[in-house]
T-cell receptor
Framework: EPEVTQTPSHQVTQMGQEVILRCVPISNHLYFYWYRQILGQKVEFLVSFYNNEISEKSEIFDDQFSVERPDGSNFTLKIRSTKLEDSAMYFC?????????????FGPGTRLLVL | AQTVTQSQPEMSVQEAETVTLSCTYDTSENNYYLFWYKQPPSRQMILVIRQEAYKQQNATENRFSVNFQKAAKSFSLKISDSQLGDTAMYFCAFMKHYGGSQGNLIFGKGTKLSVKP
């Protein structure tokens, strides 16, 4: 069964550095999402992406964040200047109409640690 | 704004027994979806079950079933014949239905379920 994949699985970075988290959504899906989960807390929505543009974003998704679909397969999340509080698990998800049902399928996550 | 509340931070159940996890939500929307996701120690988010608000029939997936009470805005998950592999964090989630487009998921804080041998 097709899966969402994410790379890297773990990333350690210094505060102020830029990071790019990569995702390959399920191939026939049209909607893409980024969520984050700070350790011990609930999963929070960051941004959704459709038809090569952001369709919705949360308050968390400020100017330090950007998303891109540089080619037909990858979907990236960039954090320009990381802060300590950006340390979290970042999940990519994708959805499409599979059997008429709208369900978001999640990747395994990237664990980001900002030092 | 929509909110999702899971009032049980932790629960435990004996292997082979049945357990019910609670979830309530608040919304003024009429069309929406509800989900339960499982997050094992690996921290991957795995879909367990989904329910469309317009369907009166409760969704079932093998040992997993829901009790969807739309008027009460309640969406509980029942796990029958619990297995050790069911040990995980369980998140209830809400999504608005945009009539063809897609919405973001709003999650509850989760319930940590431990299945004991």
């Amino acid at each position: 069964e097709p899966e969402v994949t994410q790379t890297p699985s773990h990333q350690v970075t210094q505060m102020g550095q830029e990071v790019i988290l990569r995702c390959v959504p399920i191939s026939n899906h049209l909607y893409f999402y980024w969520y984050r989960q700070i350790l011990g807390q609930k999963v929070e929505f960051l941004v959704s992406f459709y038809n090569n543009e952001i369709s919705e974003k949360s308050e968390i998704f400020d100017d330090q964040f950007s998303v891109e679909r540089p080619d037909g397969s990858n979907f990236t999340l960039k954090i320009r200047s990381t802060k300590l509080e950006d340390s979290a698990m970042y999940f990519c998800a994708s959805s499409g109409l599979r059997g008429g049902q709208e369900t978001q399928y999640f990747g395994p996550g990237t664990r980001l640690l900002v030092l | 704004a929509q909110t999702v509340t899971q009032s049980q931070p932790e629960m435990s159940v004996q292997e082979a027994e049945t357990v019910t996890l609670s979830c309530t939500y608040d919304t003024s929307e009429n069309n929406y979806y509800l989900f339960w996701y499982k997050q094992p120690p690996s921290r991957q988010m795995i879909l367990v079950i989904r329910q469309e608000a317009y369907k009166q029939q409760n969704a079932t997936e093998n040992r997993f079933s829901v009790n969807f009470q739309k008027a009460a805005k309640s969406f509980s998950l029942k796990i029958s014949d619990s297995q050790l592999g069911d040990t995980a964090m369980y998140f209830c989630a809400f999504m608005k239905h945009y009539g063809g487009s897609q919405g973001n998921l709003i999650f509850g804080k989760g319930t940590k379920l431990s299945v004991k041998p």
